[in-house]
């Protein structure tokens, strides 16, 4: 039988750090509780990670790597109403992994400056994928709106999905990691977000849309 290799030093801190940021918020952690529960000494901790805000930066790496692997549109034809609906479960699935970026997102990007910088990369790529999605929608006669409507609407989609658990977390904080909990408000944030298209979709888009919304909600709902 062949055995697998232990992990690094290095990955398992990653590991541990992104389990404590989620859990206690990321202010509340520090170098050396992450040490503490290693149970390695903050030299050796520092070995691998200049501080904490190389670990959070380290972390980021991970999460935006995730999102380019996990976050496309079938090639080779136009997205539709299905495809959005998955994206966006992915999309809220990562949001939850690393949810102390969202959770805990002025704090950081006010003394993260590359944090600052790659978030809003981020920002910006979600905000063109929105407006793509509606554009290639309306070429198909699918979606009636203006241009002004589009960025509108992207800038909307992005807004939600990006506060979406700290809204949930200010409705139940007492709650809020709890599994049960948590699979209910990633399907309201999904449904959220896309029922700000909803008045724009007109044809089969808009058909299918209200099914799979009648089906959401009666998942929602029981």
């Given amino acids: 039988m062949q055995h697998k290799a232990p992990r690094r030093t290095r990955e398992r801190i990653l590991e541990l750090s992104l389990r404590l940021f989620n859990e206690f918020g990321e202010p509340n952690i520090t170098?050396?509780?992450?040490?503490?529960?290693?149970?390695?000494?903050?030299?050796?901790?520092?070995?691998?990670?200049?501080?904490?805000?190389?670990?959070?930066?380290?972390?980021?790496v991970q999460f935006d790597a995730e999102i380019n692997k996990k976050l496309s549109f079938p090639e080779g034809?136009?997205?539709?109403i299905q495809d959005i609906w998955t994206y966006l479960h992915l999309t809220f699935e990562l949001v939850w992994r690393y949810r102390f970026f969202y959770r805990d997102l002025n704090d950081l990007l006010s003394r993260n400056r590359?944090?600052?910088?790659?978030?809003?990369?981020?920002?910006?790529h979600k905000t063109k994928v929105a407006t793509e999605l509606c554009?290639?929608?309306?070429?198909?006669?699918?979606?009636?709106?203006?241009?002004?409507?589009?960025?509108?609407?992207?800038?909307?989609i992005v807004v939600v999905a990006t506060?979406?658990?700290?809204?949930?977390?200010?409705?139940?904080?007492?709650?809020?990691?709890?599994?049960?909990?948590?699979?209910?408000?990633?399907a309201r944030g999904c449904y959220q977000v896309?029922?700000?298209?909803?008045p724009y979709l007109r044809g089969d888009t808009k058909t299918?849309?209200?099914?799979?919304?009648?089906?959401?909600?009666?998942?929602?709902n029981p």
Avoid: C
């Fill in 194 to 198: 896309i029922v700000l298209i909803s």
């Fill in 77 to 80: 034809r136009k997205a539709n």
């Fill in 163 to 186: 506060y979406w658990l700290s809204y949930e977390y200010v409705r139940n904080p007492r709650k809020y990691t709890e599994l049960q909990t948590m699979s209910d408000s990633l």
């Fill in 114 to 124: 590359k944090l600052e910088l790659n978030f809003k990369q981020i920002l910006s």
């Fill in 208 to 220: 299918a849309f209200e099914k799979l919304s009648q089906e959401y909600l009666r998942k929602l």
């Fill in 31 to 60: 170098t050396t509780v992450i040490a503490e529960e290693m149970n390695i000494s903050p030299g050796n901790l520092y070995y691998h990670f200049r501080n904490k805000d190389d670990i959070v930066n380290s972390i980021f």
């Fill in 135 to 156: 554009l290639g929608l309306r070429q198909d006669g699918e979606f009636e709106g203006t241009d002004m409507d589009i960025d509108a609407l992207a800038t909307n």
